[in-house]
Structure formats: structure tokens, C-alpha cells
């Protein structure tokens, strides 16, 4: 008997089942490796075909690393960016001058264009109103033949936060009625901008606001009297002068952010609030009123 294995049993469909005929199939030549890479020496093993690989002596050798330049240019420092608020860069407000003022000028009612110009630039309400005190400068005869003297120099803003804290006695000069104003700052709590008021308390009301101060448009003087415990207020307008205002009366709007409103609250503390806060805020108090 033959060491040769029986070939398997296959199926053949057309039989209906199994049979016992074995059929042998048929080897197929296949060529497992191409005959050009590969190849079958003498001794009938499977060698590898070299090729002829030509290289570029041109090629920098790998044991050594790339070149790199022995000077490198100088490092050009960024330009200083401007922030939103226009506030990063010292020059900025002096460079808005040159450049806006003029534009201004040249326009019928400068004074009245300032806000809806500097409204078109994204300006935060310090710039603006040192822009609208330049061109008030401009406009107004000067302060030696002015009638009124409430008008306050042009000062360009600076880079350094205004502090929140009351100022020294020696910087800030008394009123005629012996009373030394304390400033105050709070940042909107939605968009840009900033709300400034000066305070004084005394057992008896004023008759206008501290002389001497330093003030830009939209900022307040707020005056408490501790008699009854009612407050005064006054707006400082872009015209260069105090305004008497009332929070319980008609709608007092920001001379720069038109669309803010001025409110006050029980313990004096000023609010600039939206137009639609306000309106809700308002809402609420005459339906408590009801």
C-alpha cells in the first residue's frame, strides 16, 4: 500500500449526496513570486533578484546634520496692539487726535458729529471725550474772554487704570463749602465703558458741583444731604458744563452711550443701565408701587 495520501472527498451536486468516486483536482501552476524579482538558484532555493540601485553622490551624508545659518535676522519686537477699550498703547489717543480732529472740524456742528464720529471708530468714552474737549478748545474763545470757566483742559488718557479708591486731600481741592469729593469707579457690567461719579455729604444741599475737578463727559457729581437723607445729582455734558439732572423724572440718557440710562440706587451708588434693563428695572417699580 502506497504511502500517498487519498485525495478528500468532494460533493457532487449532480449525485444528490456524497459518493465514493474520489476525485483528484486538479494543481494549479500558480507562480507565487513574480519571476522578475524573485528566482530559484541551483540548489532549488528562492533568491531575491538585486537591482542596480544608482545613487546621487550629490546627497548630503546622514551623519551629519543640516546646515543651519550661522546669523539669524533680529527679532523684530511686535508693535504694540491697541485694546479694545483703546487703553495698551500711550500714543493712542494722540494719534486719534491728529487724525480725527481735523476730520471734525471740517464738518457742520463739529461738536455735535463728535459722539456719532468717534461712535464709528469703537472709542471708549475716555478717548472720546478727550476728543470732544479738543475740538470744544477749538470751537470756544479763549478761556481768559470765555464767560464761564467750567470747561477743564484736555488731558489725553493714559494707559494706567484710574484707582477706585478717594483721593488724597491735597489732590483734590475743597468746594467753596469746605467739601473735599471723593471718586469713585465701576466698569459697565455688559460692553465698555466705565461709571464715574464724584460724592460729597453734608447736612445741608449745594448749590453747584466742586470747582477744580478734573471731569470728562458722562461723569456725575452726586451730593448727599443728611438732613432728610435726598440726594443731588449733576451730569457733566459734552458742552463743557454741569447739568442738573433728576433720576425720578424724565429719562436721563449718557451723552456718549446713548443707549444707557441714568439710575440711582437707595444708597446714592449711580447705574448707567441699558435701555432694556432700564425699561424692566422701571417695570418692576411701578408694578410695586401698584
Known amino acids: 500500500m502506497s504511502d500517498q495520501p487519498l485525495p478528500p472527498i468532494v460533493y457532487l451536486p449532480s449525485s444528490g449526496g456524497y459518493t465514493s468516486s474520489r476525485i483528484v483536482p486538479e494543481t494549479p501552476d500558480r507562480q507565487r513570486f513574480p519571476f522578475r524579482r524573485y528566482s530559484i538558484d541551483d540548489d532549488g532555493k528562492l533568491v531575491c533578484k538585486t537591482r542596480n540601485i544608482s545613487r ?17 535676522p533680529p527679532r523684530r519686537s511686535p508693535s504694540p496692539q491697541v485694546a479694545e477699550d483703546g487703553s495698551s498703547d500711550p500714543n493712542y489717543a494722540a494719534r486719534l487726535f491728529a487724525d480725527l ?17 468717534c461712535a464709528a471708530h469703537n472709542l471708549d468714552s475716555a478717548v472720546t471725550a478727550s476728543i470732544i474737549r479738543a475740538v470744544r478748545k477749538q470751537l470756544e474763545p479763549p ?3 470765555a464767560s464761564d470757566n467750567s470747561s477743564r483742559p484736555a488731558a489725553l488718557p493714559t494707559a494706567s487704570a484710574s484707582s477706585s479708591k478717594p483721593p488724597d486731600a491735597h489732590t483734590s481741592p475743597p468746594s467753596q463749602d469746605g467739601l473735599i469729593p471723593f471718586k469713585h469707579d465701576r466698569t459697565f457690567s455688559s460692553g ?12 445741608g444741599e449745594v448749590h453747584s458741583p466742586p470747582s477744580g475737578l478734573r471731569v470728562e463727559a458722562g461723569e456725575l457729581y452726586i451730593h448727599k444731604d443728611l438732613s432728610n437723607g435726598s440726594f443731588q445729582t449733576w451730569l457733566f455734558d459734552v ?3 454741569w447739568r442738573r439732572v ?31 434693563r432700564f425699561a424692566a428695572a422701571h417695570t418692576r417699580k411701578d408694578r410695586s408701587r401698584a
Not at 440710562?261 to 435701555?275: E, F, I, K, M, V
Request: charged share 25%; net charge negative.
Open 192 to 203: 465698555r465703558g466705565t461709571t464715574t461719579w464724584y460724592s460729597t455729604e453734608s447736612s
Open 246 to 276: 433728576r433720576t425720578d423724572g424724565p429719562k436721563v440718557s449718557h451723552p456718549i452711550f446713548s443707549e444707557r440710562s441714568l439710575s440711582l440706587r437707595s444708597d446714592g451708588t449711580p447705574n448707567w443701565a441699558a435701555s432694556v
Open 239 to 241: 458742552d463743557g458744563h
Open 101 to 117: 480732529v481735523p476730520t471734525i472740524m471740517q464738518t457742520p456742528k463739529a461738536l455735535d458729529s463728535v459722539s456719532s464720529i
Open 143 to 145: 478761556e481768559d474772554e
Open 56 to 72: 546621487d553622490t550629490r546627497l548630503k551624508p546622514y551623519d551629519r546634520p543640516p546646515s543651519r545659518p550661522t546669523s539669524l
